[in-house]
């Protein structure tokens, strides 16, 4: 059945990049940017996003596909970029992606109150909601999102329907199977008529995606964590530019939890103090067997600290599925496995491997900064080498599914230095599109998974080398304290 499936769907397919070459792109070229008529005839997941938005009926795809594709050519999809948009329509804060639903859908917010009908800008608007939804698309493949239409404080001077159109119909054409529901947050009275409106354009099988909620309703779908205070959550994000929102991972992480303090001192007692952490299912057999290298340059107290690490860091076994990027590959590909709080196994390990020929300089961010301990957070990795991150719940903080991990990637120059002063210079200079972005999401299992770091008696063995590398990276690395983006 599933084979069936599969071999229909790849036919579907077939006939509809056939067609739309032969029937819309032969005589009339130049309506399409060159660029998304390769793309349909590469990418199956987006010729499979049309044409299961239309039901798999060819000709009403192909009719959606000419719709979409001139629209992405006469607002310059492709090309749009920050400096497309009028800054002060990136520093109102009228859209913007923060935070997760409780299904896990990224969250799609609309200030409305922020909106000020005028025609002289509507252009400039429409490049603003496109450029968010293209710079998501890209990132994310097809995982839809929740809009959230916040209606609080919203004057007359701010319902537009025109715009409401716009929106609507990205959702229609331009980003088929991208909308997840669209929560209408306190609607006022005055806009009764206009929705009703608003519930035409999305038409019938779409309109059961609209979610009226007040203060207490809202949390039906999104968790307080998630939510302004004027929602009734706990949320503590504001909206500002610069930096560009960068889908939650602003907050720089510290390598032991929460940043409290920048102090250098500070930082490294909490290293010293975290270091004094017992694994309580490794045997002291193999704390006392484990391989050890000292350079002859080191004390022996770094070398009993750095065997302290690499001792803990032997307790567990690595991940086994792979995404394979153009400069680190990174296990596990998708999800991080953290074991439930009866089953003990709380923490869980990232293995990032070098596949350049050059210093590859590596960040973690997380959505939820106040819950993790990241080790290292920020530092390089070498040619051919490999580097493995320790992440653990801070304080015996709950795991959550919405909660996700950034890792970002950059080649450095053989001739950079790698102390924590270095890194942060690099990560302001370092041009955005030399930087490579990976995301993981979080996942809580009662019991071990092949791809789980577990503290067990039976740790897996690494080379001396990778062993050696692990330990000056945890000895020396420190408080990541630069907050912009690169």
């Known amino acids: 059945m599933a084979e069936n499936h599969a071999q229909n769907k790849a036919k579907l397919i077939s006939e ?15 309506k399409y940017d060159a660029r998304d008529v390769e793309r349909l005839q590469q990418d199956d997941n987006w010729v499979e996003s049309y044409l299961s938005w239309r039901h798999n009926i060819v000709d009403e795809t192909l009719k959606m596909l000419d719709e979409s594709f001139q629209w992405r050519k006469e607002i310059s999809v492709n090309d749009l970029n920050e400096s497309s948009i009028p800054r ?120 059961s995606l609209l979610k009226f909620t007040s203060k207490n309703e809202v949390q039906d779908y999104v968790s307080v964590e998630y939510l302004p205070p004027h929602m009734g959550g706990t949320d503590p994000f504001k909206y500002s530019y610069p930096p560009l929102v960068d889908d939650d991972f602003q907050t720089p992480l510290c390598e032991n939890g ?49 065997e302290k690490v690499d001792s803990k860091t032997k307790a567990f076994k690595k991940p086994l599925s792979v995404f394979k990027g153009p400069l680190l590959h990174i296990s596990p590909a998708e999800e991080l496995y953290f074991g439930s709080t009866e089953s003990g196994e709380k923490k869980t390990l990232i293995v990032l491997t070098n596949v350049t ?25 070498d040619p051919g080498a490999s580097v493995d991150i320790v992440v653990s719940p801070h304080g015996g903080l709950t795991v959550s599914a919405q909660d996700r991990f950034l890792i970002m990637a950059a080649e450095m120059e053989q001739s950079s230095g790698t102390g924590p002063a270095e890194f942060t210079q690099f990560w302001k200079e370092v041009p955005r599109n030399k930087v490579t972005e990976h995301r993981l999401r979080c996942h809580t299992v009662e019991s071990s998974k092949p791809n789980t770091l577990t503290l067990k008696d039976n740790a897996f063995n690494i080379s001396d080398k990778t062993s050696e590398d692990i330990c000056l990276q945890f000895a020396t690395s420190s408080c990541e304290t630069d907050c912009s983006p690169p």
Request: hydrophobic content about 35%; some cysteine.
């Open 16 to 30: 509809t990049r056939r067609r739309f070459e032969a029937e819309y792109v032969t005589d009339k070229s130049d």
């Open 88 to 207: 002060w329509l990136l520093e109102i804060g009228v859209i913007y992606l923060h935070g997760y639903d409780k299904e896990g859908n990224k969250l799609f917010w609309i200030r409305v109150k922020h909106h000020i009908k005028d025609q002289k800008t509507v252009l400039d608007k429409k490049k603003l909601i496109a450029f968010w939804l293209e710079r998501y698309a890209k990132r994310e493949n097809g995982k839809p999102v929740t809009v959230m239409f916040d209606l609080s404080e919203t004057g007359i001077n701010s319902i537009d329907m025109d715009f409401v159109r716009f929106i609507i119909n990205c959702f229609k054409v331009y980003y088929p199977k991208y909308l997840s529901k669209i929560v209408i947050f306190d609607m006022p009275w005055l806009m009764n008529a206009a929705f009703k409106i608003v519930k035409s354009w999305l038409g019938p099988e779409a309109v």
């Open 258 to 306: 929460p940043i409290t303090s920048e102090d250098e001192t500070s930082s490294k007692e909490d290293i010293e103090s975290d270091g004094k952490e017992t694994l309580e299912t490794a045997s002291n057999e193999e704390q006392t067997a484990l391989p050890k290298k000292i350079n002859p340059t080191e004390s022996t107290s770094k070398a009993e600290e750095n």
């Open 357 to 381: 020929k050059n210093i590859v300089a590596f960040k973690v961010r997380t959505t939820a900064p106040e819950k993790y301990r990241v080790k290292p957070s920020n530092s390089s990795c």
